[in-house]
């Protein structure tokens, strides 16, 4: 068992604002909880897929705009098939956002044909014979943790008007799919496994204090009944919930929500761990503040100096009169950009009518 100070100083640390998807990529990156994902949305696969042999695949191949935009994960594993192992690709889309996306097929079939671009690129840079060349088989879920109820079809074809006709043209492929919020607790623990306990307690991130203690009172008491679970599971699990509460629990509920864990396990010190967690977020809360009073600063500094210059050179060109009719307007425009554009129109302006319609449009 690691030290109590060797365990603190390798906590998860996410900022507020990224929590939803920086703690779920930092559940799946254990492969005991891409086996839970699995257990929960096809259990049905799980008997075929060789979990400790899981690799995650680097995202380096994949396009800027999408690298901007998305929040996955992916992974290599061995699929057996009667006596035959291939491999199989599992492709996570974490998707955390309040409003549904219509165009979630999209975004499942792009980045699908970028890793099976990726995979033809290898191809041809590793002179695989043409007779060998078999794309990857690539099962897709979306894991979804939003509080909107999800009602759009993960189809190309539910964002189509298609003519009988034409349907054959439309590529057609499933996509796994976990809300989380909407899902039955019964399905979620099925398999008793501890991500789907974890997630029980996820459905409650916004709900009442009382429905939050008792949710997480049933999953540690779950936890404890896991003679065979091993103790790095429930530590991460224990990780878990501590970060949960401290970053979408209010902060005169910390304590009490704590002490809930506290009384479950006598592994780990909680309190001491809650603690370091609260302290971390605390520093970078300031340091946030810091940043963004910087960047304020700055914009106001360029705003102001923008407005002075344009009306250094109205001043040069028209009356004193006129020039303090159009100042109040300057002044009250917030977009730096927009006075920035108006600099070189007041030096271009003829005539105070000019500016003025420049001013106002």
Request: charged letters at 25%; aromatic letters at 6%.
């Given at each position: ?193 501890p991500l789907g306990w974890l997630l029980t307690v996820l459905q409650k991130e916004n709900a009442d204090k009382e429905a939050m203690q008792r949710a ?146």
């Amino acid at each position: 068992m690691q030290t109590q100070e060797t365990e603190i100083q390798k906590l998860p640390h996410f900022t507020i604002e990224h929590f939803p998807d920086r703690s779920a990529k930092w559940l799946f990156q254990y492969k005991h909880n891409v086996q839970g994902l699995l257990e929960i949305v096809a259990s049905e696969l799980v008997i075929s897929i060789d979990f400790s042999r899981l690799v995650p695949l680097n995202r380096r191949f994949i396009s800027d705009t999408l690298q901007e935009q998305e929040s996955d994960m992916v992974f290599s594993v061995p699929f057996r098939r009667g006596s035959k192992t291939e491999e199989l690709l599992i492709y996570i889309l974490i998707e955390h956002q309040s409003t549904v996306d219509a165009t979630m097929g999209i975004r499942v079939l792009l980045y699908m044909t970028q890793l099976w671009e990726a995979q033809r690129r290898a191809w041809e840079s590793e002179g695989v014979p043409r007779s060998e060349r078999r794309l990857h088989l690539i099962l897709p879920i979306v894991f979804y943790t939003g509080e909107q109820r999800w009602n759009t079809p993960l189809t190309l074809a539910g964002i189509m008007d298609i003519p009988g006709e034409l349907s054959r043209f439309v590529p057609t492929f499933d996509t796994l799919f976990l809300n989380v919020k909407e899902t039955d607790e019964a399905r979620l623990t099925k398999t008793g496994h501890p991500l789907g306990w974890l997630l029980t307690v996820l459905q409650k991130e916004n709900a009442d204090k009382e429905a939050m203690q008792r949710a997480l009172a049933r999953a540690m008491s779950h936890f404890n009944t896991l003679d065979t679970l091993e103790a790095e599971q429930r530590q991460q699990a224990l990780i878990y919930l501590l970060l949960l509460i401290l970053h979408r629990r209010p902060a005169e509920e910390h304590e009490e929500l704590v002490t809930v864990i506290d009384r479950h396990t006598d592994e780990m010190e909680v309190k001491t761990m809650a603690q370091s967690m609260a302290e971390t977020l605390i520093e970078q809360g300031i340091e946030q503040g810091i940043e963004q009073g910087i960047e304020q600063g700055i914009e106001h500094e360029r705003r102001e100096s923008t407005i002075r210059h344009i009306l250094v050179v109205l001043k040069t060109k028209f009356s004193a009169d006129i020039v303090n009719v159009l100042t109040p307007a300057l002044e009250n425009i917030t977009d730096v950009e927009r006075l920035e554009r108006l600099l070189p129109a007041a030096v271009e302006a003829q005539n105070p009518e000019a500016f003025a319609r420049a001013l106002h449009e």
